[in-house]
């Protein structure tokens, strides 16, 4: 169950889980019920078991251990991106704990932030970014310029890149200090070089392919499924 109320700086949060309702059944997921209380709204939803791509991958990020992540790991989590994306929808805030890692697939959680379809007007929001961690150059830059952006199956390529990086290796895409202000981060992605990517073999070749700057240089998540099914 989501409880929905305005945050200290996003008062949207209210609305986030009837919007994410929405979504959820316009995709065909349920059974999902929702509605309103006194500051904003709430959602019920199955519940998905299994750890987060971060949590399994938490051995990889061990100090001295060389081990290769799983490709068949970041196969599945490619393969969900790749059916949101295929159904219309973006999801807007990839990251390692909205990837659900079950027994024979993985689950793309909370879409509340989601954009493709229409979501009726009194649950709708601009979207204003999400988890700096994961952002992708351009949505940075949009966020400083005007405040809001627009998600693009570009940027959740590179935020699903930016999710295999931390995982297998505890470092942010791009580096900055930890007490560095939204701003501060944000400007950091929009003028640094993103780390350099150090996962071995086909996994990582294809994570820095997802981390280019330019969004007409990464990969579709299809291609990602493709070229990590063919790989050895």
Not at 20 to 33: F, N, S, V
Not at 44 to 56: A, E, I, N, R, T
């Amino acid at each position: 169950m989501k409880i929905g109320y305005p945050s200290h700086t996003h008062a949207h949060t209210a609305l986030a889980p009837s919007r994410e309702a929405h979504i959820l059944r316009a995709l065909g997921a349920g059974p999902i019920h929702d509605g309103e209380w006194a500051e904003g709204t709430w959602s019920v939803q199955p519940w998905h078991s299994g750890p987060s791509l971060y949590d399994k991958w938490a051995p990889h990020r061990a100090p001295g251990n060389r081990s290769v992540p799983s490709r068949l790991d970041a196969l599945a989590s490619a393969t969900a991106l790749a059916k949101l994306h295929r159904s219309g929808w973006v999801h807007g805030d990839v990251q390692p704990a909205h990837l659900i890692m079950g027994s024979a697939e993985a689950t793309l959680i909370d879409l509340g932030l989601a954009r493709g379809g229409h979501v009726p007007a009194r649950w709708d929001f601009p979207y204003k970014g999400c988890l700096v961690h994961y952002e992708a150059p351009e949505i940075a830059r949009s966020v400083l310029a005007h405040g809001t952006a627009e998600p693009t199956p570009e940027s959740d390529v590179y935020a699903l890149g930016a999710s295999l990086l931390i995982s297998a290796t505890g470092w942010r895409h791009v580096a900055y200090a930890d007490d560095a202000s939204r701003e501060e981060q944000r400007q950091a992605i929009v003028d640094k070089p993103h780390r350099p990517v150090v996962i071995a073999g086909e996994l990582g070749r294809l994570t820095d392919a997802m981390l280019s700057y330019r969004p007409s240089d990464r990969p579709t998540a299809d291609e990602i499924c493709t070229a990590l099914m063919l790989a050895t």
